[in-house]
């Protein structure tokens, strides 16, 4: 068992417990501070299959950006010690059941695929590297590259449109 | 590392996504959990790009593997718009109801 091995293991079980601290985790803090967690170990993850661009962009702009937004708007509503009012036991129940069906059926469904036991190429590989990476965006994908920053714009105006007070 | 261990992890991922969104009452930490879906798949399909590396077409066209990673790269520049706008309602929701349980919104029907 390499290196690569143990610190894939040592990251999915990382990601997995944060992910299910996320859902049960009684104070939205606590829920964004482990999603932070479970970022990081994707990220992890992307720099494991030598992706490194969309590692620094995934902590840049989730773990850096989105998160911190959250975290600025639960601070900003003072939802700490928030209780959720009405706690169906019997709707929770149904949705763990019906979330752990999709799961094995999916699971079940690519397990027997015959592309199942196809190796990832790790720790090698160069096109996930930024040179080539920037060289695909600003050559072939420069038209949605500029159409991405209007929709930032619209959706910049429509989220000052929203939150000001009429 | 084999494609299937991946695969469980991103499904595994994507399904505590639903299950907090099917379980939840909390408008902020049902997309939270939408964002952990969005990052399940991206996860995937990272996985999916570097599977295509290691085989024969990949190493002949390796402009396959970099436009998943920009596909990924896209997903990613649409939820930081998603999750602006989507926080802004957020917000206007607390402001009209003084909470963000989404039971509130079922009096969008009147």
New interface residues.
């Given amino acids: 068992m390499g290196i690569?091995?143990i610190l894939?293991w040592f990251l999915?079980v990382l990601?997995?417990a944060s992910?299910?601290v996320?859902?049960t985790a009684k104070s939205?803090v606590y829920?964004?501070l482990a999603?932070i967690v479970?970022?990081f170990s994707?990220s992890g993850?992307?720099i494991l299959?030598?992706?490194q661009?969309?590692a620094i962009?995934?902590i840049i702009?989730?773990a850096g950006?989105?998160m911190v937004?959250?975290l600025f708007?639960?601070m900003?509503?003072n939802?700490n010690a928030?209780s959720?009012?009405?706690k169906n036991r019997i709707?929770?129940f149904?949705?763990?059941i019906?979330?752990?069906c999709?799961?094995l059926v999916?699971?079940a469904a690519?397990?027997r695929s015959d592309?199942?036991?196809?190796?990832?190429?790790?720790n090698e590989?160069?096109?996930?590297l930024i040179k080539?990476?920037g060289k695909?965006?600003f050559n072939?994908?420069v038209i949605?590259f500029e159409i991405?920053s209007v929709?930032?714009l619209?959706?910049?105006i429509?989220?000052?449109l929203?939150?000001k007070k009429e | 590392?084999?494609?299937?261990?991946?695969?469980?992890?991103a499904?595994?991922?994507f399904?505590?996504?639903?299950?907090?969104v099917?379980?939840?009452?909390?408008a902020?930490?049902i997309?939270?959990?939408v964002?952990?879906m969005l990052?399940a798949v991206?996860?995937l399909l990272?996985?999916f790009?570097?599977?295509h590396?290691?085989?024969d077409a990949g190493r002949a066209m390796?402009?396959m593997?970099?436009?998943a990673?920009?596909f990924?790269?896209?997903i990613?520049?649409?939820?930081?718009?998603?999750?602006?706008?989507g926080?802004?309602?957020?917000?206007?929701l607390?402001r009209n109801t003084h909470?963000?349980?989404i039971?509130f919104l079922n009096r969008l029907k009147n």
């Fill in positions: 690569t091995q894939f999915t990601a997995l992910a299910i996320v859902v939205p829920s964004i999603l479970t970022f994707i993850h992307y299959m030598n992706a661009f969309l962009v995934n702009v989730y950006a989105i937004l959250f708007v639960v900003l509503m939802l928030a959720e009012p009405s709707l929770q149904i949705g763990l019906s979330g752990g999709l799961f999916i699971l690519f397990m592309l199942a036991n196809s190796m990832v190429q790790m590989g160069n096109a996930g080539n990476l695909a965006l072939d994908y949605p991405s929709l930032f619209s959706a910049m429509g989220a000052v929203i939150g | 590392m084999e494609i299937k261990w991946y695969i469980g992890l499904l595994a991922l399904c505590i996504g639903i299950v907090g099917l379980t939840r009452r909390n902020i930490i997309f939270m959990c964002e952990l990052n991206n996860l990272v996985a790009s570097k599977m590396a290691a085989t390796p402009s593997v970099s436009d990673q920009i990924v790269f896209f990613m520049v649409v939820a930081a718009a998603e999750v602006s706008v926080l802004a309602i957020i917000v206007m607390y909470s963000t349980d039971n």
